[in-house]
């Protein structure tokens, strides 16, 4: 007989700041958290205790954490911190010296053992609720995949290698066991993460892993075809243009995997690129761009830049909006430069006005916004699949293979009939504008599994 549940649980209040890896980290604390019998709220004020994941990527971020750390302490006053600002604890403790305890980024093991410290954990079998694959702050239908901590390069402009230390992939078998756990409770589209996706492996030397019977090596290409084989939306993040990657573009073509790459390229003159120390700064990645498109035209490319780096002159600039032209990036974003405390690129001379770094954005964000909406532009009378995330009325908002969630457009879909989220559709492109596809139903409604698509 099930026994009433006479006695209220601790509860853990949990505020995730930051990029798709610490919102992984949280995800595997939260894991941990429930596996343990603990409550997860949302409120400060419903918390006995409450664990701020933090991100210190750049100044303002580091100022938002511990601005949520103040009001948790003010609202709560039981606060562990963990996350990337934890690897410098004094940064933390000083302001606040209130925090009970603070940990470093991806320290799931360590958090629940300070939670454990601070607030007793229940000793209770019927508490066994979490899901195989941990559970998921993302929606139902999509989860990040963690493939690799840490980073090997040492870009003047950022601190996480001296926050997350070396590179660490995972063996090819767990990656593929916890995706396809994640594809079994109905995830349709995995978005692989890392900090450097082209180097998954170079740690382990390839090592070779068992998943499904068959033997694969700890690399890139090979977990991609891994990947392929579960029959849902795969779509790789922060992928180098190295010459390795260009394989990854057959698994495209073949379908295995989604034809979309997010490449941070940052920049496009040499001179910049070099003092960023960007990896892979000497490719000719026009002519790399060129060679993928010629093999997989439908080929989506995102990526990111930052303009006002020091030492930029209008001449670097102007030749980044010519690269623009020339390499036609189907999405793209872009950061003013701003100093990051312990970076390397502070000392660089030259800093450029601020003024000078708006303007710049301004006439960058301009140039691309034409540029994507060309691009766009080249769907329209296409039919394609696309996911949905969410229904207003009977309008869908999906996104298609060319549109990752919450950083790229999306496609809004009319008289979507009763769809839900997670459902796949076939949709035909009717219109378009610098950032979303507009779209009907291709036939009458029709729902289908994503390996279908
Ligand atoms: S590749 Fe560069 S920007 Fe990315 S995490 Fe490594 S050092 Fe930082």
Request: glycine residues 8%.
């Amino acid at each position: 007989m099930t026994q009433p549940d006479t006695e209220k649980r601790p509860s853990v209040g949990l505020v995730s700041l930051g990029c798709p890896k610490a919102l992984v980290d949280s995800e595997d604390i939260v894991s941990r958290l429930r596996s343990e019998g603990y409550d997860i709220v949302s409120g400060y004020e419903d918390a006995d205790l409450v664990v701020v994941n933090t991100c210190g990527f750049i100044d303002s971020a580091k100022a938002e954490s511990l601005e949520s750390i103040g009001e948790a302490l003010a609202a709560n006053g039981k606060v562990l911190v963990t996350g990337c600002m934890g690897a410098k604890p004094e940064d933390i403790t000083r302001i606040h010296p209130k925090v009970l305890d603070v940990t470093g980024p991806h320290q799931g093991e360590a958090v629940v053992r300070s939670v454990n410290r601070h607030l007793p954990r229940p000793h209770d079998p019927r508490f066994d609720l979490v899901p195989p694959g941990g559970l998921k702050l993302t929606p139902r239908h999509y989860a990040y995949l963690k493939i690799s901590e840490g980073c090997n390069h040492k870009c003047s402009f950022c601190i996480i290698p001296s926050m997350r230390g070396r590179l660490v992939s995972r063996p090819l078998g767990m990656v593929m066991r916890e995706a396809e756990q994640l594809a079994e409770r109905g995830v349709q589209e995995l978005l692989v993460i890392s900090q450097d996706t082209s180097a998954y492996g170079v740690d382990l030397k390839y090592q070779a892993d068992y998943w499904r019977d068959r033997e694969w090596q700890t690399r890139l290409y090979d977990l991609c075809d891994a990947l392929g084989e579960l029959g849902i939306w795969v779509r790789l993040h922060y992928v180098y243009p190295y010459p390795h990657v260009d394989r990854i573009i057959e698994l495209m073509n073949a379908g295995r995997i989604l034809p979309y790459l997010d490449i941070p390229f940052q920049h496009a003159s040499r001179r910049v690129l070099k003092a960023m120390r960007r990896p892979a700064a000497s490719e000719n990645t026009l002519e790399r761009i060129r060679t993928w498109r010629a093999q997989c035209p439908e080929l989506v490319i995102r990526s990111t830049f930052i303009v006002g780096f020091p030492g930029e002159t209008e001449a670097d600039f102007e030749q980044l909006l010519g690269w623009l032209d020339e390499a036609q990036l189907d999405r793209v974003g872009c950061f003013k430069y701003s100093p990051v405390r312990g970076a390397a690129a502070n000392d660089l001379p030259d800093a450029v006005p601020d003024e000078v770094a708006e303007e710049r954005w301004h006439r960058f964000m301009q140039h691309q916004a034409g540029i994507s909406a060309r691009r766009l532009q080249r769907r329209v009378g296409g039919i394609e699949p696309v996911l949905v995330d969410s229904m207003e009325g009977d309008t869908a908002i999906a996104r298609s293979y060319g549109d990752a969630p919450e950083i790229d457009g999306q496609v809004i879909v009319a008289h979507a009939g009763d769809a839900t989220p997670g459902d796949a559709l076939d949709v035909k492109i009717i219109g378009s504008d610098a950032y979303d596809l507009h779209a009907e139903m291709a036939e009458a409604p029709e729902l289908r599994p994503v390996d279908a698509l």
